[in-house]
């Protein structure tokens, strides 16, 4: 059973910091691409973010230059810092593999508001 975890979101004032983590399951965390992805309420999901098993990593323009992605292949977690949150980061956030497998944990919620 593929498990990820979430955590690290909360309530931040716009131009603020937070740091999330995904503790993934190890089968299914070293082989793969992990991501970070996030869906806002009546829009699609968005990839995030992105890093490859070689620790290559992928942002969305969106994101570019503000959030980072990272991975602990000794802890099998996936982390992404973000930086100068904006209220349109406002949503919820998952990680997964990327392409993303059929199991979802329950993702963490991140609030940028002032």
């Known amino acids: 059973q593929v498990q990820l975890v979430e955590s690290g979101g909360g309530l931040v004032q716009p131009g603020g910091s937070l740091r999330l983590s995904c503790a993934a399951s190890?089968?299914?965390?070293?082989?793969?691409?992990m991501a970070w992805y996030r869906q806002a309420p009546g829009k699609q999901r968005e990839l995030v973010a992105r890093?490859?098993?070689?620790?290559?990593?992928n942002y969305a323009d969106s994101v570019k230059g503000r959030f980072t992605i990272s991975r602990d292949k000794t802890k099998n977690t996936v982390y992404l810092q973000m930086n100068s949150l904006q209220p349109e980061d406002t949503t919820v956030y998952f990680c997964?593999?990327?392409?993303?497998?059929?199991?979802w944990g329950q993702g963490t919620q991140v609030t940028v508001s002032s």
């Open positions: 997964n593999t990327d392409p993303p497998s059929a199991s």
């Open positions: 190890v089968g299914l965390f070293r082989p793969y691409a």
């Open positions: 890093i490859s098993s070689n620790g290559s990593t």
